[in-house]
Every structure is written in C-alpha cells, then in structure tokens.
C-alpha cells in the first residue's frame, strides 16, 4: 500500500491568486475546518502551544463535529482507491488544522498505513484578529504597536 501524505496548513499564510483567493497545497481532498470546528484557540491555556502538543490535540478532538470529521478523513483515506494526498487547512495553521492532521496521522499509522506529515505554518505566531475584523495580524506584530 502506497503511504498517504497529509498537510496542515493556514488559509491566512498562503500566496493568493490573481482574483485574491487563497492556493491551498495540492490535494486529493482539501478540508477546510475554518467553519468546521470551532477555533479551539478560545482555550486559553493552549494560546501558545501548536498541533503538535498532546493538550491542543486534546481541546481539537473535544471540538464538536471534530471525532466524526476525524473518523470520516480515515475512512476516506482507507478506500482501495483512496487519496494520496489530504491537506487540511485553518485560519492560522497553528490549532486546528496541525492539531487534527497529527490526529489522523495517529489513526491512519493505528490502521497499518504508512504516513507522511507536513506542517507548513504551525511554526508561525498564532495569528490574531483585530476587532474590527477585517484584517488580521500576528503576535509579534500586535506586541511591537
């Protein structure tokens, strides 16, 4: 069986196209789990850990909806003619989207299957919105005003 790679990723982090969209990384399957899930970042005590820490994979998997988008990712993944390819994309990449690809990294290896992870933006500062809400800024950039 041919090893299944995954993709974390922040919508807010990626280059645009000409119409101003975000270009996710290519895919078989694109999730976006900005509307999804809950930004699980609203817990305080996980502010500055990533996805890649056991208690912000914790406060992800108690996001409703979060278990079922999980169990349905795997499956999707298990199809004989499955993906090769998932990418899971959040505002930042820093919570969520990182936090649910080491998830199902989890599940899929538990499954026998060989994985490969790429983080693109989960070392960068959690981005932050202003309250105006229509831009955004990161930590660094908020401190030094």
Do not use: W
Not at 60 to 75: F, K
């Amino acid at each position: 069986m041919r090893p299944i790679y995954l993709t974390s990723f922040g919508y807010l982090h990626l280059p645009t196209s000409p119409d101003g969209s975000p270009v996710p990384p290519a895919a078989d399957r694109i999730e976006d789990v900005r509307d999804r899930l809950r930004d699980p970042a609203a817990a305080r005590d996980i502010l500055d850990l990533d996805g890649l820490n056991p208690r912000v994979q914790e406060v992800v998997l108690a996001t409703p909806g979060a278990r079922e988008l999980l169990a349905n990712l795997a499956d999707y993944a298990d199809l004989p003619a499955g993906p090769s390819r998932i990418a899971i994309g959040c505002a930042g990449g820093r919570h969520r989207a990182s936090g649910l690809t080491e998830l199902l990294a989890r599940e899929l290896r538990a499954r026998g299957r060989e994985v490969v992870v790429e983080h693109l933006h989960v070392h960068l500062p959690r981005v932050l919105k202003t309250p105006a809400g229509s831009r955004t800024a990161n930590t660094e950039q908020e401190t030094a005003r």
